[in-house]
């Protein structure tokens, strides 16, 4: 491949890895992350309500990594209300879990901007021979592919088994019991699958450019072996 084409394909990964980096810092700060439907189980039961009337006790939550929004449903019309993470609702999540998966989005950022900066060097400028070379770049952008799903893993995690949805809805709530009634990821929720997908996009570039992964070991030639040979 001529040094032309190397310097398109790294001059194209880097800019998929600047836009994952600003990808994954824009769903990390929107509130687009899950879109919710709890129904009022107090109210239903006590009016036996069923069918079109079900809908008159089903409120919505939507929330993100920081904040979000709630609308109860029990019959009265709905109440909306804006709440916060921080500290608000750090008794009634998993925080340990909650602040793992804003520490992965950040590394995100930080390793996404990282491969930019090493694949624009590596189109443009001479490069290194260490970890800001060949090996970085497979380095780096599995580091962030890999980062982008855990954080997918652990946010399903957070929201499926820890059931945050409703947590969320029950939250300064004594007198009525809301239940999770459906759930749908959002649009930054899919992002980060999207990042996942443009980094492994980039491993085959770099991979198209002529360099060997880490891990692959040539066997020595004819070559390479007959001069230790004549020394013994």
């Known amino acids: 491949m001529s040094s032309r084409q190397k310097r398109l394909l790294f001059a194209a990964a880097g800019a998929l890895s600047f836009g994952c980096a600003l990808a994954a810092a824009v769903a990390t700060g929107l509130p687009l992350w899950v879109d ?25 939550v939507s929330y993100g990594l920081f904040t979000g929004s709630r609308v109860k449903q029990c019959g009265l019309g709905g109440r909306p209300q804006r709440f916060y993470f921080f500290p608000e609702l750090l008794t009634q999540i998993p925080a340990g879990l909650h602040v793992t998966v804003l520490v992965l989005c950040s590394s995100v950022v930080l390793f996404s901007s990282l491969c930019s900066g090493i694949f624009f060097y590596n189109a443009f400028g001479r490069p290194y021979q260490t970890l800001l070379g060949p090996t970085g770049l497979y380095l780096w952008t599995g580091l962030s592919g890999g980062c982008s799903l855990l954080v997918l893993v652990l946010f399903s995690c957070e929201v499926k088994i820890r059931r945050v949805s409703e947590r969320i809805a029950n939250f300064n709530e004594s007198t009525f019991v809301f239940q999770t009634h459906s759930e749908r990821y959002e649009r930054s929720y899919w992002l980060f699958l999207l990042v996942f997908f443009v980094q492994a996009l980039d491993v085959l570039l770099i991979r198209l450019s002529g360099i060997q992964f880490p891990f692959h070991q040539e066997k020595p030639t004819d070559a390479q072996t007959g001069a230790s040979d004549l020394m013994y």
């Open 36 to 60: 919710a439907a709890v129904l009022c189980r107090t109210g239903a039961e006590l009016v036996n309500a069923t069918g079109a009337e079900l809908q008159q006790f089903i409120g919505a």
